[in-house]
């Protein structure tokens, strides 16, 4: 099984960044095409960004594209979301996880607040 751990959360203002990282315990991270997702209170988890095993193509939800960034390094079994010009409807849990999510077990979240 394998354990995913968020971490980078926290109460930013808007229009301000964050940096959100994700460790994976296993290297079978680095075949993976690995997803950030997030939960806002009431609503049902969306997948934001994507990003293939090597790293050469991602996608991103509309509402995020031009403001999120996801990378990884697959030496460090850890994918990466850079967020930038953040908005108070980026508020939410997020998680990573595979895409499309399949058998993996979710972490627990780190928690993005943004609100001034």
């Known amino acids: 099984q394998v354990q995913l751990v968020e971490a980078g959360g926290g109460l930013v203002q808007p229009g301000g960044s964050l940096r959100l990282s994700c460790a994976a315990s296993?290297?079978?991270?680095?075949?993976?095409?690995m997803g950030w997702y997030r939960q806002a209170p009431g609503n049902e988890r969306e997948l934001v960004a994507a990003i293939t095993s090597a790293g050469s193509n991602t996608n991103y939800a509309d509402s995020v594209k031009g403001r999120f960034t996801i990378s990884r390094d697959n030496a460090k079994n850890t994918v990466y979301l850079q967020m930038n010009s953040l908005k108070p409807e980026d508020t939410a849990v997020y998680y990573c996880?595979?895409?499309?999510?399949?058998?993996w077990g979710w972490g627990k979240g780190t928690l993005v607040t943004v609100s001034s």
């Open positions: 296993r290297t079978i991270f680095s075949i993976t095409t």
């Open positions: 996880n595979t895409a499309p999510h399949s058998s």
